[in-house]
């Protein structure tokens, strides 16, 4: 797999079956998000660093036959699992393009609506991204975006040193990487500045306890990108030991709860 074009949390197959449950848990979110955009048939549809295409999928039934998804992304890997889904499902409208967004633009597709999620935390050039981003909408066209805001409102109680170290380890890894966790921060003031009309914005940060359905969201993320860090050499096995053995009490501890980490939805449109 010498031409893939991995980054911080990998295109394994652990991590691409993650976002696939990850996708499941946040879809009542993201059709709520869509629906307020103005998504429906017949639309293109852009998918911004689509990685194997969960998200793509939905928005293709929304496209329906006579609209399209275009899905961007630079893992080769992961743009072929899309490819192989779309046509498990029956899905011929779904394009694909293999670009890395640091170095190349978006296709030239003039969208009605525009989706990206835990992409702009990945690139190096976040604002570049969102003004591509915005200028492959036609005029009037929408932009729905989901990124963290605050991942320091990732929250285990009972409280725990070794998992609220976990959370650190993660945005390092990030930032070191050439990301910001954060960064719908800027992406909030970016889109007015881009020449956007915000038509809406809502932080999502959720209660979630161990029996719940949210909670299996944190859950894959604990497994999976606790065994990422100690893969990139960010954490020692023994480290990592303690702190899958913290959320793992967490767990069993009666009354136990987390705090997901916030994500801010903003729905934009291009003016
Ligand atoms: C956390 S995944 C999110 C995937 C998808 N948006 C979702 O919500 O399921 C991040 C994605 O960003 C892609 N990515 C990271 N850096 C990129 C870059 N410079 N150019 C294109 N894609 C990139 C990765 O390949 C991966 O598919």
């Known amino acids: 797999m010498s031409n893939e074009r991995d980054y911080v949390l990998g295109t394994h197959d ?10 499941a848990v946040w879809r009542p979110h993201c059709t709520s998000a869509w629906t307020r955009a103005g998504f429906t048939a017949g639309q293109t549809l852009l998918d911004v660093g689509c990685g194997p295409g969960w998200a793509s999928f939905d928005l293709a039934q929304i496209a329906r036959e006579r609209g399209r998804v275009v899905a961007v992304d630079r893992s080769r890997r992961f743009l ?4 192989a889904g779309a046509s498990a499902r ?19 597709v003039q969208a009605d609506g525009a989706w990206a999620r835990w992409v702009f935390a990945f690139v190096r050039e976040p604002r570049l991204l969102l003004e591509r981003t915005i200028g492959a909408l036609k005029s009037g066209g929408t932009f729905v975006v989901h990124e ?11 409280r725990s040193e070794a998992f609220e170290s976990f959370v650190t380890e993660v945005m390092a890894s990030w930032r070191e990487n050439g990301g910001e966790p954060d960064i719908a921060l800027d992406l909030g003031r970016w889109l007015p500045e881009l020449g956007c009309e915000i038509v809406s914005e809502r932080v999502i940060c959720e209660v979630a306890r ?7 969201w944190p859950r894959a993320f604990v497994a999976i990108g606790l065994q990422r860090l100690v893969d990139l050499g960010r954490v020692s096995e023994a480290r990592a030991a303690e702190m899958r053995a913290a959320f793992a009490a967490a767990e069993r501890t009666n009354g ?6 916030a994500v801010l939805e903003i729905v934009a449109r291009k003016k």
Do not use: K, M
């Open 14 to 23: 652990d991590e691409l079956n993650r976002l696939g449950l990850q996708h």
């Open 80 to 83: 072929d699992a899309l490819e």
């Open 90 to 108: 029956g899905l011929a409208n779904i394009e694909t393009h293999e670009r890395d967004l640091d170095e190349q633009g978006l296709p030239d």
């Open 148 to 158: 963290y805001v605050d991942y320091r409102t990732w929250r285990l109680s009972p």
């Open 210 to 216: 161990p029996d719940e359905w949210w909670w299996e």
């Open 256 to 261: 136990a709860f987390l705090l997901t980490p």
